[in-house]
């Protein structure tokens, strides 16, 4: 809940198309007159103008100073789940796969290659050879299957586990009836083949999430439970100090499987900086990236200052702001009554109300996530219409409802903003401003909350895929005590098709698939159990010593910044 | 003296114990679950259980307790949910920061409060005495984070006499301690006036003029240190606020103290974090009490402890 991710913006796509990966600058290096205008390719020849010199002016080297306002909990990738710790985990350890930088697309990581039987079934992984962790040791085919047997277990209480019950085996393991999980088996040092009980088309992702990563045995052993704050892996960069609530560390690692990765020598993350008090330093060059972006209340002046402008960069993030309506309580269960809050609510009011930092939304998906149906036109602002609805819903029409919501700015504005389109058709809602946990806890009871107001707690997707939007927040298997699925909605057909969908594993069909899933969500809203509000957006600022393409800051992936991607500029 | 101090010392521990079971109760009653949060979105029940028994929450909230005590005897905090380590390790990190800032921010509230409340009281009801006792109060009404950030606007971003926030170095101190210093320095002003004023009153103060003593000898010799006993009960109290977090004035300066980590642990139901800071600020009210206490006699001979 904590995790946040940004996603491929038309910011990020522009980046791409002006600057290539590094092997491919080189390349173009050699060559005496390159064109840098296609969108597949290249670096830019250093004289035009572009957001990243080329390759020539990228020394290794150098440092910078990256601020947060708390601490990291824990950089243990079975465990660590919020957005600052999700891209430190990152560089500091490796996965079988990853995305490719500034992008949604997988790539193999310490997987050299990979293959995907025919019923999709059972995958295969090449390891890489020679990848060392950084104690100096190989890393081999049984430090991956440690690793994800060690995040399934339910000692280790990683909040990941449950994505990974797909893999045949699982709950034997988890619930100790096996002593090893079936379907991760490893018949040479350098293969390991992944068996699941159905096919799933997320499977690759899941092997790029930070819970697959490698992790090193003998040293999670030596630091037990403290492992997250002492940890060891194969990443770009060693974590060489950690002083709790002051500062950590990371030194480049000089065996970083990747040629020329990582261009830093040194990441100083500085804790306990308030954002404003970052953003100060920022303007004044005293560090490189104010880690919890821009605070609203200096958001006019950072976006009207020229010079500081030129330094921040906006990304979508795969993120939808939503009311949720409890399809189970009166009168929220008679679908009129949805529809017509879903057309009372003036969401272009609300995303001024925020400074324009997000989009109106019409449907569940983000429009970054595939599957997001461009021509799908939702419920759109209509007062009269909601009435009429509203009419139509019969007897109960004009009720008093309550509408629960987190207790910090800006949330509570946005739900009187709900408050005050809602009374214009003649709901009358109490607001119930409540902290984070109890909003949580009433949505998770079944009578528990009429309407809650998603905003602080909403869901934001761990990897780009539609699936990871529907399964927990608006399937069958959310609307359980306690569970995530706040409207209670659970549509056994849906669920159906969304289990169909995920079957399609052919990589060619994958458009197919976004299709289907594109669907599900746009159907789902003929019953409306979301009010879906507004997408919001990513902001990171950074000072001119650092720089990269646009597309490693406010990465889909990473978040503020691709750590193994930024270089100095001062670098002699 | 040492019976009374043993006496003092078992009131403190059931006291202590006392502020356990409440905490630990009010805790555990709150709505949010955190196995909900340790165990992830993708949690099913089943999962869902097996995180509560690593937890031990799966227990009775009585043997909760009682497992909790029993390690806590052995000092032991337990384990952050979120973080997996050490509570002690948490807290002890905090600490050095937390004191320190305790330690400078006392030295400013008694430098500004002692001069300020002594001057305003030997020149009673005129005009200085009346704008520096409403100066005071002005600082005294003020919001933390507005007069923090004042300071920092001022002394280190435009003037740029100090760094913007961080820990470590001395000059990085003066601010965060100059803000709580003059906050809690108004308190001890108007403290200090009526005190003083009081002291005025008493005979052996006219005795000692009568003498012809000078009026230095007067102040330091007899004024001040009458005066300033309700003065070192205020200290024992401020003791125990100041190590309860000072949330506010370390977020605005960067300052890597409890409060910090109270505010993440809160945010995140930590449980055991929570219960940890709490007990360490509860034994800091009552060990600062006590020492204010114990000081007394030390001023003032007529004070007994019995």
Redesign the interface.
């Given at each position: 809940?904590n995790r946040l991710l940004a996603s491929a913006s038309i910011v990020t796509l522009l980046a791409l198309g002006a600057c290539g990966e590094e092997k491919k600058e080189e390349a173009q290096q050699a060559a005496p007159a390159a064109s840098n205008t296609t969108a597949t390719t290249e670096a830019a020849p250093a004289a035009t103008p572009a957001p990243a010199p080329a390759a020539a002016e990228i020394k290794q080297g150098g440092s910078m100073i990256v601020t947060f306002?708390?601490?990291l909990?824990?950089l243990?990738p079975a465990?660590g789940?919020d957005w600052k710790n999700w891209s430190v985990i990152k560089s500091v350890f490796d996965g079988l796969l990853d995305y490719k930088p500034g992008t949604t697309e997988i790539v193999p990581d310490l997987a050299e290659s990979f293959e995907t039987s025919a019923d999709g079934l059972t995958y295969t992984f090449k390891l890489r050879q020679g990848v060392k962790f950084h104690n100096g040791r190989e890393m081999k085919a049984a430090d991956v299957k440690y690793s994800l047997e060690r995040m399934i277990n339910?000692?280790t209480?990683?909040?990941?586990?449950?994505?990974y019950?797909g893999i045949k085996g699982f709950a034997e393991f988890?619930a100790g009836t096996a002593t090893e999980v079936a379907g991760i088996t490893t018949p040479d040092d350098y293969t390991v083949k992944l068996e699941l009980t159905a096919p799933d088309a997320t499977t690759l992702h899941l092997l790029a999430l930070n819970f697959s990563y490698v992790v090193p045995k003998e040293e999670v052993e030596k630091s037990g439970?403290?492992f997250?704050?002492k940890p060891v892996g194969t990443g770009a960069y060693k974590v060489t100090e950690w002083?709790?609530?002051?500062k950590i560390v990371l030194d480049r690692n000089a065996d970083y499987f990747k040629a020329g990765l990582p261009r830093l020598d040194k990441i100083t993350f500085?804790?306990?900086?308030?954002p404003?008090?970052a953003l100060?330093?920022l303007q004044?060059g005293?560090i490189d990236i104010a880690g919890d972006g821009i605070p609203p209340a200096k958001f006019e002046e950072i976006m009207n200052d020229p010079a500081s402008k030129d330094l921040v960069i906006t990304a979508d993030q795969l993120h939808t702001g939503y009311v949720a309506m409890n399809v189970t309580m009166k009168p929220f269960d008679n679908v009129a009554v949805r529809q017509a809050v879903n057309m009372a609510i003036n969401k272009d009011r609300i995303v001024k109300l925020i400074n324009d930092r997000a989009v109106p939304a019409n449907q569940p998906l983000p429009p970054a996530m595939p599957g997001y149906d461009t021509s799908y036109k939702g419920y759109a602002f209509d007062v009269e219409g909601a009435k009429a609805k509203l009419k139509e819903a019969g007897p109960e029409a004009g009720f008093e409802t309550d509408l629960y919501v987190m207790n910090t700015d800006p949330q509570p504005r946005i739900a009187q903003a709900i408050q005050q389109d809602l009374a214009t058709i003649g709901i009358k809602v109490n607001l119930k401003s409540q902290?984070?946990?109890?909003v949580?806890?009433?949505g998770?009871k079944k009578d528990g909350a009429p309407m809650i107001w998603s905003g602080g707690m909403a869901?934001i997707a761990d990897f780009p895929d539609p699936s990871n939007f529907y399964?927990?927040?608006l399937g069958c298997?959310?609307a359980?005590?306690?569970g995530?699925n706040w409207s209670w909605y659970c549509n056994e057909a849906l669920d159906k098709r969304a289990r169909e969908a995920n079957a399609i594993t052919d990589p060619a069909k994958a458009g197919e698939r976004a299709i289907a899933w594109g669907k599900i969500f746009t159907d789902l809203m003929a019953d409306a159990p979301w009010a879906p509000v507004f997408n919001e957006k990513a902001y990171v600022v950074h000072s001119k010593r650092v720089a990269g393409p646009n597309g490693i800051f406010a990465d889909p992936i990473h978040i503020p910044v691709n750590y193994d991607e930024v270089y100095a500029t001062d670098v002699k | 003296m040492a019976g009374y101090l043993l006496r003092r010392l078992f009131h403190a521990l059931l006291t202590l114990i006392g502020i356990s079971l409440i905490t630990f109760i009010i805790l555990f009653a709150l709505p949010g679950d955190p196995v909900n949060r340790v165990a992830g979105r993708m949690a099913n029940d089943q999962q869902k259980a097996l995180v509560r028994e690593q937890l031990g929450l799966d227990r009775p909230l009585w043997e909760q307790y009682g497992r909790y005590v029993g390690k806590l005897a052995t000092g032991d905090l337990g384990r952050s949910f979120m973080q997996r380590s050490e509570v002690s390790e948490l807290v002890g990190a905090r600490l050095p920061a937390t004191l320190w800032l305790m330690l400078a921010a006392i030295v400013c509230e008694l430098v500004i409060g002692l001069s300020i409340g002594a001057v305003a009281a030997f020149r009673r009801n005129t005009l200085l005495d009346q704008s520096v006792m409403v100066g005071a109060f002005v600082f005294v009404s003020a919001p933390q984070f507005l007069l923090g950030y004042t300071l920092l606007y001022v002394f280190a971003v435009w003037l740029g006499w100090f760094p913007i926030g961080g820990y470590g170095s001395l000059s990085q101190i003066v601010l965060p301690a100059l803000t709580l210093g003059l906050l809690g320095g108004g308190w001890y002003a108007r403290m200090m006036r009526s005190s003083v004023i009081e002291v005025l009153r008493q005979d052996f103060v006219r005795t000692a003029r009568a003498k012809g003593l000078s009026r230095l000898r007067i102040v330091f010799v007899h004024i001040v240190p009458n005066a300033i006993l309700p003065i070192i009960a205020m200290v024992g109290i401020d003791i125990g606020i100041f190590m309860s977090g000072i949330v506010v004035v370390e977020s605005v300066f960067g300052w890597p103290g409890i409060g910090q980590l109270t505010w993440q642990a809160i945010q995140q139901l930590d449980i055991p974090i929570i219960m940890g800071v709490t007990l360490v600020s509860a034994c800091a009210i009552v060990l600062g009490n006590l020492l204010a206490d114990l000081a007394a006699p030390l001023i003032d001979p007529r004070i007994r402890l019995k």
């Open positions: 809940m306002k708390d601490d909990p824990t243990d465990i789940y339910p000692a209480t990683s909040p990941g586990a449950g994505y019950a988890q439970l403290d997250g704050k002083t709790s609530g002051q500085e804790i306990g900086q308030e404003v008090v100060l330093r004044k005293e902290d984070m946990g109890t949580i806890a009433a998770g869901w399964t927990v927040i298997g959310g359980v005590e306690g995530w | -």
